[in-house]
């Protein structure tokens, strides 16, 4: 687990942007962090400003294949002043997601949550693994899935089959 694919949103200079999976280091987890294997993220609105913001989605484009693949779309001209700050800044898309922790810091608080499954807030979550404080992880119940945790922080009964 030394690298971990992440989904990276980025404005380049051109006016378009570009979704991409880039292979990251996965940070070791520092005394009172642990490292969770995401399996679940679900799409919240607020991704959507990061994931496609100001782009013309019926425009986009894909080249590359698998984890190669990368997502291209042109900003419209009227917008791209807004964004001017996010020109050549990647992004991590996710606000929260849920998976098991694979490896945690020498804290008690970590070290309690090793091979649970947690909701995480946060950001990144679009990734395969994210290094976290312990303190931003949900413990769920025994037997409740990444699935159904993933979105425990913004519509917490639906994500736990409360609502219908």
Do not use: W
Not at 19 to 46: F, G, M, Q, Y
Not at 90 to 101: F, K, R
Not at 130 to 157: H, I, Q, W, Y
């Amino acid at each position: 687990m030394e690298t971990g694919l992440q989904m990276q949103s980025t404005l380049d200079e051109s006016g378009t942007l570009k979704l991409t999976l880039e292979n990251l280091e996965v940070k070791a987890p520092a005394d009172h962090e642990v490292v969770v294997r995401i399996e679940a993220s679900p799409i919240n609105p607020s991704d959507l400003g990061v994931v496609f913001g100001p782009a013309d989605v019926n425009a986009a484009t894909t080249t590359g294949s698998g984890s190669n693949t990368i997502l291209s779309a042109p900003v419209y001209p009227q917008f791209l002043p807004r964004f001017k700050a996010r020109i050549g800044q990647s992004l991590t898309v996710g606000n929260e997601g849920a998976g098991v922790v694979v490896a945690a810091g020498s804290s008690p608080e970590a070290q309690a949550l090793i091979g649970k499954t947690v909701g995480v807030f946060g950001g990144g979550m679009y990734a395969q693994y994210r290094t976290v404080p312990a303190m931003m992880c949900l413990p769920l119940e025994d037997g409740t899935t990444a699935k159904e945790g993933a979105s425990c922080f913004v519509n917490p009964l639906t994500s736990l089959g409360m609502v219908e």
